[in-house]
């Protein structure tokens, strides 16, 4: 009975412990199924700041300053992708104003990557590398320009 049991509780773990989960280092998911605000795709080979972020969070839409300044900042060397689970049309008045350069807008009106990434708080953001390795991931806001210049090769 025990072993029947315990049998029991590890298949209902197992969608747990498949599930992709973000782990600094390592490879992250890819934004599949993701369509662009006014078609701009981030530009391929580059360090990417992802930022998952809803219009209704304060937070979120406060951090969009910051996330263009870190932006011009850092240039060609960096993407930065605000996500938004929301419609484009709910959105893009929101965050069109901010997205200049290299900070696109991708919709995932899906929730996929959301779940793959398995975004717990607004606003997330997660650091990749060019070669699709986290680096770093935690409150935008508190992401400096030094953690940056460290990251990016």
Same mark, same amino acid.
């Given at each position: 009975m025990k072993r029947i049991f315990l049998a029991l509780? !590890? !298949? @209902? /773990? %197992?969608p747990v412990v498949a599930a992709q989960n973000v782990a600094l280092g390592e490879k992250t998911p890819d934004l599949?199924?993701?369509? /662009?605000? $006014? $078609?701009?795709?981030p530009a391929p080979g580059r360090t990417t700041? !992802? *930022?998952?972020?809803? @219009?209704?969070?304060?937070? @979120?839409?406060? @951090?969009?300053?910051?996330?263009?300044?870190?932006?011009?900042?850092?240039?060609?060397?960096? =993407?930065?992708? *605000?996500v938004a689970k929301e419609r484009p049309e709910s959105v893009a008045a929101v965050v069109r104003p901010y997205a200049e350069g =290299?900070? %696109?807008?991708?919709f995932d009106e899906g929730?996929?990557?959301?779940a793959a990434y398995d975004v717990q708080y607004l606003p997330f953001g997660v !650091?990749?590398?060019?070669?699709?390795?986290?680096?770093?991931?935690? =409150?935008?806001?508190?992401? %400096?320009?030094? %953690?940056?210049?460290? =990251?990016?090769?």
């Open positions: 509780l !590890l !298949l @209902s /773990w %197992t599949k199924g993701a369509s /662009w605000l $006014d $078609d701009r795709l700041l !992802l *930022v998952f972020f809803h @219009s209704a969070s304060r937070p @979120s839409v406060e @951090s969009l300053a910051h996330l263009q300044a870190l932006g011009q900042k850092f240039g060609g060397r960096l =993407n930065v992708v *605000v =290299n900070l %696109t807008v991708a929730g996929r990557s959301f !650091l990749v590398s060019a070669k699709g390795r986290a680096l770093w991931m935690g =409150n935008p806001r508190q992401l %400096t320009e030094a %953690t940056i210049e460290s =990251n990016i090769r």
